[in-house]
């Protein structure tokens, strides 16, 4: 696969990726977003077939919100630990509206999207709606983070 694939609509996808599209858009039941009505839902598939699910939780103080994203991969690694995420999923809809909208994952769940790669040594897809009824797949989280910060980062020189 290449780095990015455009599917012009959602009937291109493969059966994977619209069943986890299908239970993202489920998930958006239970995101809490009464300050941006913008309801997330993001889904992710382990290597044994198991299904994560998370909304966004949102919070008066906005730095305090929590992603979609973050929610799934985090609830995965609590419930599922050491099992590989094969690909992920992530939808939004506007509240009171059934319609899906493009909705690309935020600079922080990119990052934790990369070091949950990084931790299991292999690259998870990632499939988002980016223009009406357009979807990308991308063969890895690291393809949507490039110059990605890393505990390399963290470690001092040598001397």
Request: aromatic share 8%; glycine share 4%.
């Amino acid at each position: 696969m290449k780095e990015f694939e455009i599917q012009p609509d959602f009937d291109h996808l493969d059966q994977e990726s619209k069943y986890l599209v299908h239970k993202a858009k489920e998930a958006t039941a239970h995101s809490y977003a009464p300050y941006s009505k913008f309801h997330v839902g993001a889904a992710l598939i382990l290597q044994d077939g198991t299904v994560v699910t998370g909304a966004n939780q949102e919070n008066a103080a906005y730095p305090l919100c929590m992603c979609a994203e973050r929610v799934a991969l985090y609830a995965a690694a609590a419930m599922h630990p050491g099992k590989r995420i094969v690909k992920m999923a992530i939808v939004a809809h506007k509240k009171n509206h059934k319609e899906l909208v493009p909705a690309a994952s935020c600079g922080a769940c990119r990052q934790v999207m990369t070091e949950f790669e990084e931790r299991q040594k292999v690259p998870m897809e990632v499939v988002m709606m980016v223009a009406e009824n357009q979807w990308v797949k991308c063969a890895s989280a690291e393809s949507l983070l490039p110059f990605l910060f890393t505990k390399d980062n963290l470690d001092s020189p040598s001397k």
